[in-house]
């Protein structure tokens, strides 16, 4: 659930209106804009969680690879999902000696040619039922996928879910899922989403630091509910994406912290215990369903949805704050030629803003000798910074604002940097374009 929100026209949509009132002729249709994601309901999402918490009871108190709880639960996911339309199929594979297995859900229709994916591990850990690590993200990634069926959404791109066998015994069931996919089939996919404990008790927002329009559209979403972000630091690659990311499909997720320590300025923004770890339960008996931040698990189960509403358009706009980077070291010779470093922007639609940001860090023991222009894809060059021969401070640390409206968005971005005066030299250390 989230608090109804008032919604503004934009000043162009305004306009749009406008002339469509006066000017536009009747057969002209009004352009198709996707619905915007529904609210997933906190008491679906936590109905799951009290069937995955009976599995367990039921199955000596786990849902742990090789264990008979961890089929339970797949039979469990899969059967509301084959009873919503899904396409589902069971991947099998074998580790430490026992059978494993990976769900896979595909939502008929969309772009075979460009697949959203969206995924979380169903198995727990031998200690426990696994209601937070990772009942949370499975259950919200269900109920997506359920919501999906119930709004018939015909996204343009294909939409798959997947529950992941055997990552507590190191990534096991997702990295057999990416290694047995053809390259041809890997190259179709848009992006994997991840989700692994998002209902810590104590919980903290944390943003994968991956694909920059992923990682913008869960922080858009939770800046829309005004509730601050931060990036996930518990360990890059401890979680299923890590395989996707190696592969190089493009990865985003949301985590509320695990072992780690919630901070005094943590606990003053997010509320919860300071001092205290985000979840006291991880990875032992008392991961039950009482281990469950409500607040946590229902904004989540939310951004999940907002995401993949918001992920599978056919093209996706960069939401306001994208940020495109390069942080690679590139040489300046001296009183030499030019040299650039780029910035991919990829798979979007429309023109650069007109308030393009462009932060550049260049390093140079005196900066008057720097020509600096950004580059947009189609060679266009945007003069940021002249060269001066009594400008002999060190370096250029600066943001520049460029009116990029005319430029497409998608493609190659440059910086090029060139040093025109002898003796002092330098490297660009990094730079990054907001969209
Ligand atoms: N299942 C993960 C694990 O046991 C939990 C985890 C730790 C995690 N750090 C993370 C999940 C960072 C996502 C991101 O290791
Ligand atoms: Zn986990
Ligand atoms: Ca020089």
Known sequence: MRPARLRSLSAAAVAVAALLATAAPAVQAAPARAAAAPDIPLANVKAHLTQLQSIATANGGNRAHGRTGYKASVDYVRAKLDAAGYTTTLQQFTSGGATGY????????????????????????????????????????????????????????HLRFAWWGAEELGLVGSKYYVNNLASTERAKLSGYLNFDMIGSPNAGYFVYDDDPVIEQTFKSYFAGLS???????????????????????????????????????????????????????YHSSCDT???????????????????????????????????????????????????????????????????????????????????????????????????????????????????????????????????????????????????
Not at 106 to 113: L, V
Not at 138 to 154: D, G, H
Not at 256 to 271: E, I, P
């Open 227 to 281: 509730v601050p972000t931060e990036i996930e630091t518990e360990g890059d690659g401890r979680s299923d994406h890590a395989p996707f990311k190696s592969a190089g499909v493009p990865v985003g997720g949301l985590f509320t912290g695990a072992s780690n320590t919630k901070s005094s300025a943590q606990a003053q923004k997010w509320g919860g215990t300071a001092g205290q770890a985000f979840d006291r339960c």
């Open 102 to 157: 990976n769900l896979i859900a595909d939502w008929p229709g969309g772009d075979p040619n460009q697949v959203l994916m969206a995924g979380s591990h169903l198995d727990s850990v031998t200690s426990g039922a696994g209601i937070n690590d990772n009942g949370s993200g499975s259950a919200a990634v269900l109920e997506t996928a359920l919501a999906v069926s119930r709004a018939q959404l015909a996204p343009d791109k």
């Open 289 to 435: 369903t009482t281990n469950i931040n409500d607040t946590a698990l229902d904004r989540n189960s939310d951004a999940v949805a907002h995401a993949v509403w918001t992920l599978s358009a056919g093209t996706v706009t960069p939401p306001t704050g994208t940020v495109f980077s390069n942080a690679t070291d590139v040489a300046v010779p001296d009183n030499g030629a030019a040299v650039t470093s780029s910035v991919a922007v990829t798979g979007r639609t429309g023109n650069a803003p007109a308030t393009l940001k462009a932060a550049v860090d260049i390093k140079h023991t005196y900066r008057g000798d720097l020509v600096v222009d950004l580059l947009a894809p189609d060679g266009t060059a945007y003069r940021l910074k002249n060269s001066s021969s009594s400008d002999s401070a060190d370096n250029v640390i600066a943001t520049y604002t460029v009116n990029a409206s005319a430029e497409t968005a998608n493609g190659t971005w440059k910086l090029q940097v060139r040093d025109v005066a002898a003796q002092d030299t330098g490297y660009i250390d990094s730079w990054q374009l907001t969209f």
